[in-house]
């Protein structure tokens, strides 16, 4: 294949594992190629469907099946041969049990992927934490282009939900240690679940005022998970945690939340070491203006300064470029 068949067959590869919507995918490219490349299609197939990835940690039953079904209808529109493999494909997919479970894989730079076991429901549980939210990926992203913010640093992630953000991170950005933390019990077991999905062990404790395990597939690396309540974590328990670096993001879509966020901050501002600067990230996706204000707001009642951070120049990631999703550095 040239370089532009090459370049549609990843970008096909890149949406369909982490399960963009089926109308966004790159149909029109592919029309385009297959007049003069009818075999497009299979080589689009091997990278999708019957790639080894999604034979281990393969996306929702419903995407593939959609997903396959307009592959199909594009094959059928050259009005090429039938191909065995597709249909193949097909059928496998339709004798498939459904579940409730899913799998999203995002390609890093260095040529690893970062794997998530999510929930098919966008609320489940009685949680958003189950998903990964896109300006979690937008500051994953961001991370990988600004290395040596976290290089050999200790890093606090509020709200990590299922684990995107701070597994790209230990796996492109070479923290010290990492902290992930949430307060809900079903992120934190499935969160748990996908930090050892992606190869990393975690010690049984989620205890903050212990250090952490150091993780057994990384020299560098120690991981641990938190259970920290923004209402009720004390100044001093906060202060066994001593992180260089927080982040977070989309923790502040609701505004019965934004209190005590911005407590937290000023909690983790209030017991940092004099000697030790403190750097903080919060990346948002504005949904909704009044609410995005009532946060800077909050900052800026509680003294916190704060900075729009520019944005990365690079995609790395597939998601949606419509949305608006800002990063303050506090």
């Not at 029109?28 to 075999?39: F, G, N, R, T, Y």
């Not at 909050?298 to 800002?326: M, P, R, S």
């Amino acid at each position: 294949m040239d370089i532009t068949e090459n370049t549609l067959c990843d970008a096909f590869q890149r949406n369909f594992f982490c399960c963009r919507q089926i109308g966004s995918l790159p149909w029109k490219d592919l029309a385009q190629q297959l007049m003069q490349q009818p075999s497009l299609i299979l080589n689009i197939l091997e990278k999708t469907v019957n790639h080894p990835l999604c034979r281990t940690y393969p996306p929702s039953l419903q995407y593939r099946r959609l997903f396959l079904l307009e592959l199909i209808k594009k094959h059928e529109s050259t009005e090429a041969e039938p191909h065995d493999g597709l249909y193949n494909a097909l059928a496998e997919v339709l004798n498939t049990e459904q579940t409730t479970k899913c799998y999203k894989s995002y390609f890093l730079p260095s040529g690893g992927t970062v794997t998530l076991c999510e929930s098919t429901a966008i609320i489940s549980e009685g949680t958003t934490g189950l998903v990964t939210w896109e300006a979690g990926i937008f500051l994953a992203e961001w991370a990988i282009e600004n290395v040596d913010l976290f290089r050999n640093r200790t890093v606090l992630e509020l709200g990590s939900g299922i684990g995107l953000t701070g597994l790209v991170i230990c796996k492109s950005c070479f923290p010290k240690k990492y902290m992930f933390s949430d307060c809900h019990q079903k992120v934190l077991s499935k969160l748990r679940e996908n930090i050892h999905l992606n190869g990393f062990v975690l010690s049984d404790e989620d205890d903050y005022t212990k250090k952490p395990e150091r993780v057994k597939d990384s020299d560098t690396v120690q991981m641990s998970v938190l259970e920290l309540d923004w209402e009720s974590i004390t100044e001093q328990q906060l202060s066994h945690i001593d992180a260089d670096v927080i982040i977070a993001a989309d923790v502040v879509y609701d505004p019965d939340v934004i209190p005590s966020f911005s407590n937290i901050l000023c909690k983790l501002l209030l017991c940092k070491k004099v000697q030790k600067p403190l750097h903080i990230f919060v990346a948002s996706t504005v949904r909704n203006s009044e609410t995005y204000k009532l946060f800077q707001t909050k900052l800026d009642e509680a003294g916190l300064k704060w900075q729009i951070v520019a944005y990365h120049k690079k995609n790395i990631f597939v998601y949606d470029a419509n949305c608006t999703i800002q990063i303050l550095q506090v």
